[in-house]
């Protein structure tokens, strides 16, 4: 896995008050409204984020690791999933008949290199004590059009439910301070958004692909992508900048695996809506990691548009209602939404644990992040 260098410790943070198209150099200075205003985007100590978010085979790999009988004890696997269960969205393949280690298949080649779309917070902490609990096998620093990297080879443990996260507490949160983590909206927020050099509002694009103009709406958004009908690819990468959302005018980013018939495509879905219906809500689809070309301040890729993403920031539930559930923030907009998704304002928030989201909504994943300094031969 390869992560990208976030330096500048101790940035200033920047006020939003959601979903709107502003940012404020303190709370102070935004409107008063019901929704509140958040002082986002600080952080006082460097760390790494993925370049990518992680991938359908990276998935499939750790699936294998840690459910290697295919007992499917922690519920990371739903027929729901699967390329005969939703033709145009199924992911990821189960067998009861395979070996030991084999039960889960990429659904179809093309779906390798996207972005797993299926996860809850709990599928993304799971996935991060694996790494943390994993064995570092090497750890590789280098540098590509000005930013900083690292790559990482780990070898995934079988252990997923103590580590960076301890899943014995519904409200789990970092337990060390080295390690691989799931990023936190500050984390997150100032790898898309915070430019070092001092360029946008306050220093802060209001995309991860590029300054923009807040105030003018979608005016200065990124380019949509267009992507090859059955594999998925991106095909107008030198349309820069560029990213996988649902621009208002045109149509979503969207393709069907060569290997399924349109028409299965087109109307086969999990929930039983009607082909209709179905069309209109789930028209956009993921595109292959990292094609976009477009990087945000530190050289990330796909945190505008694509997945949205989990982060391990807890946050009250909507009007403060008390639901015993615990919810977290996620960022980055998808593929079937429009540009005001991929705004720093966009502070979403979900159940950890929305069983019926996960299962129906193809578009959450997961981006790891990194805190301390990690070692080879060490998790």
Known sequence: MTTAKVGAPGNPSVGVVPFTDAVYRSCADAPTTSSGCLMVGGVSYPYEIGQLEVTVGQWV??????????????????????????????????????????????????????????????????????????????????????FGHVTYKVRLSTRTERGMYDLARPDATRARDTGFVVPSQNEWIKAAYYDPRGGGTYSYWKYPTNPGVFGDGAA?????????????????????????????????????????????????????????????????????????????????????????EWTDTITAAPSGRDSGRVWRRLHGGISNAPAFQMWPSAVGLQPQDNVFYSHTYPWLGIRIGVIGDLAPGKS
């Open 220 to 308: 200065t958004a990124p380019n949509p992508t267009v992507l090859n009908p059955t594999t998925g690819d991106v095909t107008n990468a030198a349309t820069q900048p560029l990213a996988s959302y649902h621009a208002g005018d045109q149509p979503a980013p969207s393709w069907c695996p060569g290997q399924v018939q349109p028409d299965a495509c087109a109307t086969v879905n999990p929930i039983g809506l009607d082909p209709l219906t179905y069309a209109d809500l789930y028209e956009g689809s993921l595109g292959t990691a990292g094609q976009a070309r477009t990087t945000s301040p530190w050289g990330t890729l796909d945190q505008g548009g694509n997945a949205v």
């Open 61 to 146: 790999a750790f699936l294998n690791t840690v459910d290697p009988e295919g007992r499917n004890r922690h519920d990371l696997y739903v027929e729901t999933e699967s390329s005969t269960g939703w033709p145009k969205y199924g992911q990821v393949n189960f067998s009861a008949d395979a070996g030991n280690g084999s039960h889960y298949s990429v659904g179809h080649p093309q779906w390798a290199d996207k972005p797993y779309g299926f996860a809850d917070f709990l599928d993304a902490a799971r996935f991060v004590n694996s790494l943390y609990n994993g064995r570092l096998i090497s750890k590789q620093a280098g540098g590509n059009g000005g």
